[in-house]
């Protein structure tokens, strides 16, 4: 059984964060240069830290699988990010992103993780305007906020319709100046294919150069993995195609668990998928319901009509019947499942009668064609673009997608798994946006785990480690890590099966899709465990890949990460089934309150609300690799203990 | 709908390429481009036939990954538009189109129409940044910004980093990334120290890398995805003319801790 102590500082919940940075030990200005750490992955997280490491004086060694550093997918992000800043004067603060995001949560984070977010959320700001980031402005030269994702105040920064890209090219920036001055040594075209241990720790990385096929080995005092989510083991998502999970399927394979893996996010507004050969669905902002109706007819046999011939009265605009107070800006999670169940209703919109109207008519008639047109233009464009439909004609269709996975390698309050010398920061770790993450708080958790958390605590961990004392490339677990990766890589282009491996993430996909999706429950996640042993076992003996190891090989890279998505499927679902609660973007249909409860009774919700089950389930279920994918993984539970905040029943109403 | 396909295979550097020509299964209109390339590799794939090597990631025209040349232009028919948001119902059934990568001698090849854009990442590296140090930025609003600067600043800052505008010109210039980069820090405030320092790393680098002269014809523009405009190019010039001007500053005599 591995330990999974959380190491949060005792203390009042506003004071644990300056106090840790005084206790963590530092490491001497003239003995920094001698420690070496990895960190695989530059999208925000990967890169803030590279660049933050390498101004305090360690030897940073950065890989990505991509061409450059500047393409990870933290790229795509359009909305913006959120920060306490208070600007708007409307009655925000550190405590109140702190309480927005616990809840947004649904109770299932880690409390004093999320309230340092929050505080660090001030600096990240003016860091980012610092590096020359264009946010959006006011006449009067100051910046710009709207409100985003059901939040009440306007705390959310943006720079058009990508600020993910605007500070992503801020991080890479940073990363740039620190490679030009040698600080950071950058690998591109770089993936890493195991993690290697000594001695219980993590002092390295087997990487394979995707150009040459060329297998090396790294060593360091620290590696950190900022490496991304692992929303791709649905096939469909608004993930970029190669986004992937390989990193941290292979260190949770070396021991590091793996922390809430159900934890998923399906975003409300993204283009219905049209047909078998789609790659990708494509995510439409969440800024377009500030001023879009979702609606769908309230009559099935309307739902062939075309929708200017449907007379108001016979439209259900859902989310303002069923959450009066945040109406079409209801959370994500609550979002995605209204649409599944006016859908599953048989009130569904399109050819394939998944989607719903999203329509802006109204504030076309309020506002006016051309303010529509300068706030959301763009959008308009893409949608037009992908579906040959006007939206300003007609409503715009829109369905929920897999757009983030919450959970990820779990990770205690110094952001270090529990491998010692493991750090884990951004979507790859599991720790700060609980059961649902809230909107423009991704690009907030990565820049934060960046910039400021891991450079803070990395520290304590070396000053624990004598850098003369790093294990070399030669020693054994380098060696046996090496051939790990060289018999995979073997085994893989060995094998003359039928099929190729892009037809088993499909069939993975759905899978996962009908049984770990939006709704689920014990019967569906057992058949789901079982078909995707199967698919595993099948995987194995049919899977065909051509090509060659010492060459450039597409082929070869996918082989290698479906066939851990599809170990990480089986995970997830065993994950979803222990779970008897429904929490956030976790719906299981058997936890639901139903007219008799006594909350229903007593008017405090609705029947058909989730139903999270405290007393059982508060907690982090971090799995632990039993040694072969085919035994059952081993339960660790962190219990979440909330010294502030009261746990309470999430209501949107 | 069904297409042909003129492709450019090429094991790699060091062997020569050629086209070849491969017929399409039945296909979508609302495919995109590279969705029908990925149906085309998996006939290829079920065949026995090594898939046709292209890059791509985000899919969604923001990860500047995508490339390709389709029939002549680089990013395909649609202006504004990168390869990854280009449908096939841009295309007829039985057309035939001529799939090439993105050519240039700083844009070595690495597979098919893979190819190699690290000299972008090198440029950047010469000097695209602010230096500011994690921990060191003033508030943000200390540091007012006047909208139409800023605004002008982000509309630079929209490239994504593809090389199409190479790949269009007939000198492989890199003018128009280079410019868009320079213009977006020079035009902010916070660039201001380092801006004639920065216009004239970059611009070194950038003939560095091979990277040829700009011929004014603006087939850059035309091609580029995010539609960054010719005049970021003339602002790049003008600030690396003052940064020949000024000359290097003077070297600091003695220092030291006191």
Not at chain 1, 7 to 27: C, D, Q, R
Not at chain 1, 245 to 262: H, L, Q
Not at chain 1, 319 to 337: H, T, V, W
Not at chain 1, 379 to 398: D, H, V
Request: proline share 4%; hydrophobic share 35%.
């Amino acid at each position: 059984m591995a330990t999974l102590n959380s190491n949060v500082p005792s203390g009042p919940l506003a004071e644990k964060w300056e106090h840790h940075k005084f206790y963590t030990k530092l490491i001497n200005p003239a003995n920094k240069r001698k420690y070496k750490i990895i960190v695989v992955g530059a999208g925000l997280a990967g890169a803030s830290a590279s660049a933050t490491l390498a101004e305090l004086g360690y030897e940073v060694h950065n890989f990505v699988f991509h061409d450059s550093p500047r393409r990870a997918h933290s790229v795509a992000a359009q909305g913006g990010i959120n920060a306490a800043k208070n600007y708007q004067n409307d009655g925000d603060s550190v405590h109140r992103l702190f309480y927005d995001t616990i809840k947004g949560g649904d109770f299932r984070a880690r409390e004093a993780n999320v309230h340092r977010l929050a505080e660090v959320s001030v600096n990240i700001i003016d860091q980012c305007a610092a590096q020359g980031v264009p946010f959006a402005r006011e006449y009067g030269g100051l910046l710009d906020n709207r409100s985003f994702g059901g939040a009440q105040v306007s705390r959310t920064f943006y720079a058009r319709g990508q600020t993910g890209q605007q500070l992503l090219l801020g991080a890479y920036s940073a990363l740039n100046r620190n490679i030009a001055n040698g600080g950071v040594k950058s690998y591109t075209h770089a993936e890493m294919l195991d993690l290697v241990v000594v001695d219980g720790h993590a002092k390295g990385i087997i990487v394979r150069d995707l150009q040459t096929g060329a297998i090396t080995r790294h060593n360091g005092d620290a590696v950190v993995l900022a490496t991304g989510g692992y929303g791709n083991v649905y096939n469909l998502s608004t993930y970029a195609r190669g986004a992937n999970v390989t990193a941290s399927w292979r260190a949770y394979k070396r021991g590091a668990c793996f922390g809430n893996p159900c934890y998923t996010q399906i975003h409300p507004t993204c283009i219905p998928v049209s047909g078998d050969y789609q790659s990708k669905l494509t995510l439409m902002s969440e800024s377009l319901r500030n001023d879009g109706r979702v609606w769908v007819p309230k009559r099935k046999e309307d739902c062939g009509k075309k929708p200017a011939d449907i007379a108001e009265g016979d439209r259900d605009y859902y989310l303002e019947r069923m959450y009066s107070a945040f109406g079409n800006l209801a959370p994500r999670d609550i979002a995605s499942r209204a649409a599944k169940t006016v859908c599953d209703e048989g009130r569904g919109v399109g050819e394939t009668g998944l989607g719903v109207y999203l329509d802006f008519s109204a504030a076309i008639q309020r506002l006016g064609e051309s303010k529509v047109r300068e706030r959301y233009g763009n959008l308009f464009a893409m949608y037009q673009e992908i579906t040959n439909e006007n939206a300003y004609q007609t409503p715009m269709r829109i369905y929920p997608a897999v757009h983030y996975t919450m959970g990820g390698l779990w990770v205690d309050y110094n952001l270090m798994s529990n491998v010692p010398g493991l750090f884990v920061l951004g979507e790859a770790n599991f720790s700060d946006h609980g059961a649902n993450r809230l909107g423009a708080s991704a690009l907030m958790q990565g820049l934060s785990d960046g910039y400021f958390v891991l450079p803070a605590t990395i520290s304590g961990y070396l000053s624990s480690q004598n850098p003369g004392k790093r294990p070399a490339t030669d020693s054994g677990s380098f060696k046996e890590a090496e051939e790990n990766v060289q018999t995979m890589t073997k085994r893989l282009l060995g094998n003359r099966g039928k099929r190729t491996p892009d037809s088993f993430h499909k069939e993975l996909g759905k899978l996962m899709w009908e049984h770990c999706g939006m709704a689920r429950t014990a019967p569906s996640l057992e058949k789901g465990i079982k078909a995707i042993g199967n698919l595993r076992e099948a995987y194995w003996k049919e899977v065909n890949v051509l090509g060659e190891s010492n060459d450039w090989n597409q082929s070869l890279e996918r082989a290698g990460r479906i066939a851990d998505f599809i170990e990480l499927g089986e995970l997830m679902c065993r994950d979803a089934l222990m779970r008897e609660e429904s929490c956030g973007g976790h719906f299981r249909e058997e936890y639901q309150y139903t007219p008799d409860d006594p909350e229903t009774k007593q008017g405090l919700v609705n029947p058909g609300d989730v139903k999270r089950r405290d007393d059982q389930f508060a907690f982090v279920a971090g799995w632990e690799y039993a040694g072969t994918p085919d035994k059952a993984p081993i339960l660790n539970k962190e219990p979440l203990v909330y010294e502030e905040v009261k746990m309470s029943t999430r209501s949107y109403k | 709908m069904k297409v042909t396909l003129k492709v450019w295979r090429q094991k790699n550097r060091n062997s020569p390429g050629s086209f070849k020509t491969y017929e399409s299964p039945e296909l979508n209109e609302n495919m995109s481009f590279l969705e029908m390339l990925d149906v085309v590799n998996e006939q290829l794939a079920n065949r026995g036939e090594e898939p046709i090597a292209f890059d791509h990631d985000c899919r969604e025209g923001i990860c500047g990954t995508c490339s390709l040349v389709i029939d002549g232009k680089p990013h395909g028919p649609h202006k504004g538009i990168a390869t990854c948001q280009t449908y096939m119902r841009s295309f007829k059934s039985g057309d035939e189109i001529v799939v090439e990568p993105f050519r240039a001698k700083a844009f070595p090849l690495v597979k098919d129409l893979v190819c190699d854009r690290k000299s972008f990442d090198r440029i950047q590296q010469a000097g695209g940044f602010i230096t500011v140090r994690t921990g060191a930025a003033p508030d943000a609003n200390s540091i007012p910004v006047p909208k139409p600067d800023s605004d002008l600043a982000m509309d630079a800052a929209q490239c994504i980093g593809c090389g199409a505008c190479v790949a269009a010109c007939k000198n492989a210039s890199a003018m128009l990334f280079v410019s868009a980069k320079i213009s977006h820090l020079g035009l902010m405030p916070q660039g201001q120290p380092e801006r004639y320092k920065r216009a004239k790393a970059m611009v070194e680098q950038m003939d560095e890398e091979g990277f040829g002269a700009c011929t004014v014809t603006g087939s850059c523009e035309a091609v580029c995805p995010k539609e960054i405009s010719l005049d970021f190019i003339a602002r790049m010039n003008r600030d690396y003319g003052v940064a020949l001007l000024k000359g290097d500053p003077k070297a600091i005599k003695g220092g030291g801790a006191g």
